[in-house]
């Protein structure tokens, strides 16, 4: 029996604890923030926020119940090509097969889609989006050439007491760093989005820019 007890001491003292091969914790994040609604990435495309609002999406000229969606939150986007000289794709934000990601205050997780018919009264009948560049379809843009793209969440998604919402565009996984758009009091916004709807001023929207940067583990000096 000394010999069993002998061997287990011995193997607890060569077996490592689970503590010592816990991974150490990961660093926080270090948060920039910056007042605008635009952001450029590494693709050189410029992603901005042109509005946003809760309410009903125009998909047909008229008044009544079938020229309009339901309510939604919907946001509509601008993807600018920056460059000087280079025809070029973008990215982020365009490609219609992903859904953007959305963080609201208590951390719960949505996702920013494009609207499809079922979203605009269940059919496409003489219905069109009002939003410029829709039906192109394009796949490169010549330098200052931009589009708009249109997200929408239902409105019965959303949880109560949302006074925050965070619009992931970008994750750099070899850089470490997130990019999304903050908005502040997002269901307060109350307002459709029409056919021929005039741009309105960017600068009224509570919409700023931040980019989370992880900090990279510092390796411990082997012995």
Known sequence: MY?????????????????????PPQPSPQVHEHAGNAVVLDDSFEYAIIDYGVGQIQVRAGNDSK??????????????N???????????????FNALRVVD????????RRPEAA????????????????????????PGESSWDLRII??????????????????????????YFRIVKPMERRTDLLQDQPERDSSQLQVTVVTEVIP????????
């Open 3 to 23: 010999g069993n007890v002998l061997a287990f001491v011995t193997l607890s003292l060569l077996v490592p604890s689970a503590q010592a091969q816990s991974k």
């Open 67 to 80: 020229s309009f969606s339901p309510d939604l939150f919907w946001v509509k986007f601008r993807v600018l």
């Open 82 to 96: 920056k460059s000087d000289h280079l025809i070029q794709r973008p990215r982020y934000i365009t490609s219609s």
């Open 105 to 112: 205050n208590w951390g719960n997780t949505y996702w920013l």
């Open 119 to 142: 979203d605009v009264g269940g059919n496409w009948q003489d219905a069109s989006l009002p939003i410029a560049d829709w039906d192109k379809s394009r796949q490169t843009y010549k």
């Open 154 to 179: 239902h409105i019965r998604d959303f949880v109560d007491g949302i006074t925050e919402l965070h619009i992931y565009v970008e994750h750099q996984f070899n850089s470490g760093k997130n990019y």
């Open 216 to 223: 990279a583990l510092k390796r411990k000096p082997s012995r």
